[in-house]
C-alpha cells in the first residue's frame, strides 16, 4: 500500500479502535470481509413475486388502524402510496410504539414479504432515514465501530489514485473462470452497488481461495515420500476371509478392494471410510489390517474411548484369534514393558485410544482412526509425521461434505457405504412426553429389551435433565436393573458397568453422550434421549445409531426440555439418512460439529462455503493439476 495512505489510515479515528480489534493495517482492513450484507435496494413492485420479500419507499396515505387477524393476535394496518396510482396496504405486528410516528404524508421505508393477491406487505422493517436506502449495507460486526463509519473511510481510500492494489491471479485463469480482477472486487466487496457485482466479487474470492487449496494439495502431494508398495499375502487372506461368519456386501468388497490398490501404491495414501451407524465399516479395515500383517507389518488402530477401543479389541480378537493383538489403555500395567514388546515386533495389531499416538512400532504399515471427527488435528498429525510411509485410513459414521473432507485432511480418497449389511427396520423417531418413561421401561424389561436414557449433563444444573436428578427418580419409581455411566467414572468403572448392562436382558443403561460413538449392543431397542433439543442433528443421529441393531422395531424417543417447536427434532423425526442431516446441520450450525469446535478453527477460508462449495474446489483444483503436469512434460 501507498504509505501516504498508511498514514491516512494511522491518523484517522478508526484506528485505535481497529487496533483493538486486531486490524493493524490499511491492507487488513481492505481485505477484511463483512459478515453479512443487508439489501435496501429498492424493488419493481410491477415485478415482485408473491411472498417474495421486497423493499419500497412511499407515502404514507392513511391513518394507522389497529385490528386482530384470525388467530386473534394484533396488529397495525396502513396503506402508502409508491408511485403514480400504486398503492400497498402494510401490515404491521409487534411494533404498535410506531403509530404514534406513521403520519400522513409522511415518506417512509419498508422492508417485509409481499402478498401478489392482496397488494399487501407484511413489515419486518420501518425506517424513517432514506438517506441511505436503495443501498446494499455491509455488515462488519467490529467493536465499538459503526459500519457507516468504515464504508466513509474506504469509500474515501478507493477514490484515490495512488491507491495500487496488485492483481495475484494469471490473466488466463481470470478468464477461463470469467473473473473480475481484485481492486474492482475489493471495492464491491464493501461498496457493493449490485447484487449482481457482489454475486461476482464473491465468485472471484471464492476461485482465489480454491486455488490457494489447489496449490497446498499439490505441494503436499510432491512431498510424498516414497514407499515400498505392499506385497500382501492373497492366499493368506482368503484363508482368513473364509473364517469371517458372514458375507460382505458388494459395496464392502468394492472398498476392501480399493483399500487394497492404495496398499500396492508407491506412496503413502490416506483413505475416508464414511458409512451411515450400522453400515459394516469396521469390517473392511479389519480386512485391511489383515492384508497389512500378512506383508509382516503392523497396524494401530485408534478410537476416541476406551470402551470404544476395547469393544474393536473383543471384536477382532474374536474374527482373528490368531494375530497377536494388544488392547493398551491409560490403566494399563507395565506400560513401558508393552510398548517395548511393540517396538521389538511381538505385537502385529495394536488397538487403544489417542494415548497410543506417541507409540515407536518396530514397522508400522497402516494407522486407523475411527470416529475421526472426535480426534483432534494435532492427534492426526503426530501420528501421521511419525510413521510417514504407513497408509491412514479414517472411519467416520458422521457423513463429512466432501468439501469440508478436502479442506480439512488435505489429500484423501473417499469411499462411501450406503447399505447396511442386512436388512433391518427402520427406528421409529418421535417426541415422547417424559411422564410415559417409567411404563415404557417396564414394558421394555417384561420383553427382555434393554434400554439407553441418555442426558445432557451429570450434575443437577440450569439443565433440567442430568444424571443426578434422573437417576433418583427412576429410583423412586423403583425401576430396576439401572446402569448408570458418564465420563467421570474411572476406565475399570465403565468397563464394570458396561459388561453388567450387556449381560443383563432387562438392563437400563442411563448415560451422558459417552455412548455416541460404536456401543454396540444388539438387544437394546429403544433410546430415550433427554434434552434432545440441547444436542446437535448429527450428534442426535449418532445417538439414535445405538439402537436399531436387530430384525426388531426399534424406537428413538425425542423429550425436549423445551416443549415450542424445534426444527432439529422435526427433521430427525422424519430423515434417518445421516448425508441428508449432516448437509443441513454444516449449513445450520458450522463446521464444529464435525471436526470439533477447535479444529473448525483449521478451516482459514472466509468465502468458501463448506457447505455448497464442493464443484469449484473440484474443479479448481483438477484444473490447476492439469497445468502443471502439462509444465512438467515441456
Known sequence: MNSNLNQMFVKSNLYPKLVQNDINTLKELIFYKPKKYQ????????????????NVIGKIVSEPISSKDDSDKKRLNFQILIHDDVFLDVVLFNKFYLANFLKINKNVFIKGKYNLYNKSITASLISFDLKNKNKIKPVYGIKNITDRSITTFLKNIFNKPQLKI?????????????????????????LPKSQQLLHKTLKRFKHEE???????????????PFKKPLNYGNYYIKTIMQKIPFSLTDKQKKIVKDIYSDLKQNYPTKRLIQGDVGSGKTITVFLAAIAVISAKKQVLMMAPTEILAKQHYLNFTKLFPEIKTIFITSKSKKKKTLQKAIYNNEYQMVIGTHLL?????????????????????????????????ADVLYLTATPIPKTLA????????????????????SIITERFPFEDIVPLLKENQAKNEQTYIVVPAIKQNAKKFNIETIKSFLEEEKIQHLYVLHGKK??????????????NPQGILLDTTIIEVGIDIPNATTIVILGADRFGLSQLHQLRGRVGRNEKQNYCFLVPENPTDNQRLNILEQESNGFKLSEFDLKNRGPGDFVGKKQSGYLKYHFLNVATDFKIISQVQKDF?????????L
Not at 439489501?39 to 417474495?52: C, H, V
Not at 489447489?214 to 510424498?224: S, T
Not at 508400522?364 to 510413521?387: A, M, P, R, Y
Not at 493439476?625 to 512434460?633: D, G, P, S, Y
Open 210 to 224: 480454491a486455488l490457494n487449496i489447489a496449490q497446498k494439495l499439490f505441494e503436499e502431494k510432491k512431498k510424498l
Open 166 to 190: 496488485k492483481e495475484n491471479l494469471s490473466p488466463l485463469f481470470l478468464k477461463k473462470y470469467n473473473l473480475i480482477d481484485r481492486k474492482e472486487a475489493l471495492m464491491n466487496l464493501h
Open 625 to 633: 493439476e492439469n497445468l502443471e503436469n502439462k509444465k512438467r512434460l
Open 357 to 389: 499416538a506417541n507409540t515407536e512400532f518396530h514397522d508400522l504399515g497402516l494407522i486407523i482412526i475411527d470416529e475421526t471427527h472426535k480426534f483432534g488435528t494435532d492427534v492426526k498429525d503426530k501420528t501421521s509425521f511419525q510413521n510417514l510411509q
Open 406 to 425: 478436502v479442506m480439512y485432511f488435505g489429500l484423501l480418497k473417499t469411499s462411501l457405504l450406503t447399505e447396511p449389511p442386512y436388512a433391518k427396520k
Open 39 to 54: 439489501n435496501f435496494l429498492l424493488s419493481n413492485i410491477n415485478q415482485a413475486m408473491d411472498k417474495e420479500i421486497i
Open 490 to 503: 474411572n476406565n475399570q468403572e465403565q468397563e464394570d458397568i458396561m459388561a453388567g448392562f450387556v449381560k
